[in-house]
């Protein structure tokens, strides 16, 4: 396995699409080294997020989402390292796209746009908030770092974005340390520091998971009505597909640290390709089950991550994994006839030539 390129060697030269992509991601790979041996947790992954769009990135646990948004901004904890891959970035539809990881994760250009132009809001609002200072001024340090040196100026822009984002009384909440919030309202600061510079990327991490149903709609919501004031993309990484359908412009499924599938929010939901993408949505609850009727299980689980599966990572799970070919071969990525945004790793589409990698 080759190791990380020296930064100084990674690409400078941008793929050529006429789309206009915020985030482009280029056979990103990420390793753990650890005692016991190594874990793949992404192995060449690939996908876009158009300017002002919504990507939802689906699979179960231990697929690879979380990583692939740490990726994005340089935060893979030890001992993790991106080995391979590119993240071009372009700020402006105009702009020159620049590889991300062309950067060092300590340098100023990755402090500079870390927070000012891509922020990223986290599951738990608890461990991401310092219990130590309140809440304004955590908010505020945002904004004095990167738009206003005058503390007066950022004290009024953090209320008003306190405001915006729904806080009653928001001038009490500035003096509130997050222990005396509940849950939603921690949430909701959360996404007020990651608005507070308005940038041109959130990457949103199951930022709903911990909440009650009803406020979970509620920063649903809120995070749609700022996206459209705004006009910010959002990579939002979720294991919940009803999240997805009322969220997303565009879907990235994965496995094992794999894009599977990638296509319009439509498709996905309406024309399923890939076995693995069918049964999450087999084992889902919709509204016309008859009574008493059981909900699909994707059978058996997410093999062990120091494991090395031959073939196709899936073809211990799937019911239409071919003996002989999908436990030997993996498949790559190809376009579905007719649909070339639509994309799928399978076997059972034309075109699906073979890899020689193993998983
Ligand atoms: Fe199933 Fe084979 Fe397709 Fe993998 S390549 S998803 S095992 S049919």
């Known amino acids: 396995m080759a190791d990380v390129a020296p930064v ?3 690409s400078t030269t941008p793929p050529t699409d006429d789309r206009d992509y915020v985030i482009r991601v280029e056979d990103l790979q990420v390793r753990f080294h650890t005692q016991i041996g190594e874990v793949r947790a992404l ?4 996908f876009g997020i158009p300017r002002g769009k919504v990507l ?5 646990s231990g697929c690879g989402k979380s990583i692939t948004g740490l990726s994005i901004m340089q935060l893979v904890p030890h001992p993790g390292r991106i080995v391979a891959g590119e993240v071009w970035f372009r700020e402006k539809k ?3 796209p620049k590889n991300l990881l062309s950067y060092d994760r300590h340098s100023n250009e990755m402090h500079q746009i870390r927070g000012k132009n891509i922020s990223m809001i986290f599951q738990e609002p608890m461990t991401s908030l310092n219990p130590c200072y309140t809440v304004g001024n955590q908010i505020m340090e945002a904004i004095l770092l990167h738009q206003t040196p005058r503390a007066e100026e950022a004290r009024a822009h953090t209320i008003e974005i306190l405001r915006k984002v729904g806080m009653p009384n928001p001038e009490r909440i500035f003096g509130s340390y997050p222990h005396q919030l509940s849950g939603g309202m921690r949430q909701r600061a959360m996404i007020a520091m990651a608005l ?3 940038p041109v990327l959130l990457i949103a991490d199951e930022p709903t998971t911990a909440l009650d149903v009803t406020t979970e709609a509620q920063i649903l919501d809120l995070m749609r009505d700022l996206q459209a004031e705004i006009g910010m993309s959002i990579m939002f990484v979720t294991h919940n597909l009803g999240v ?7 879907v990235v499924v994965m496995y094992l640290g794999r894009v599977v599938e990638r296509a319009s929010v439509d498709e996905i939901f309406y024309e399923p ?15 016309g089950s008859r009574r008493k009727e059981h909900l ?3 059978q058996g689980t997410i093999p062990d991550p120091y494991a090395t599966v031959s073939g196709c990572p899936f073809h211990p799970r799937c019911p239409s994994a071919v003996a002989g070919l999908c436990d030997r071969l993996a498949p790559v990525e190809t376009a579905i006839e007719g649909s070339p945004r639509h994309t799928v790793r399978c076997h059972l589409y034309p075109g699906s030539t073979v890899e020689t990698v193993a998983n």
């Open 8 to 10: 100084a060697q990674r």
């Open 43 to 46: 192995n060449g992954v690939s």
């Open 56 to 60: 939802g990135v689906v699979g179960e």
């Open 94 to 96: 105009d702009d020159q």
């Open 196 to 198: 507070s510079c308005t």
């Open 244 to 250: 997805v359908a009322q969220t997303c412009d565009d």
């Open 273 to 287: 390709k890939h076995p693995y993408t069918v049964a999450l949505l087999r084992s889902i609850p919709h509204l």
């Open 296 to 298: 699909e299980v994707i």
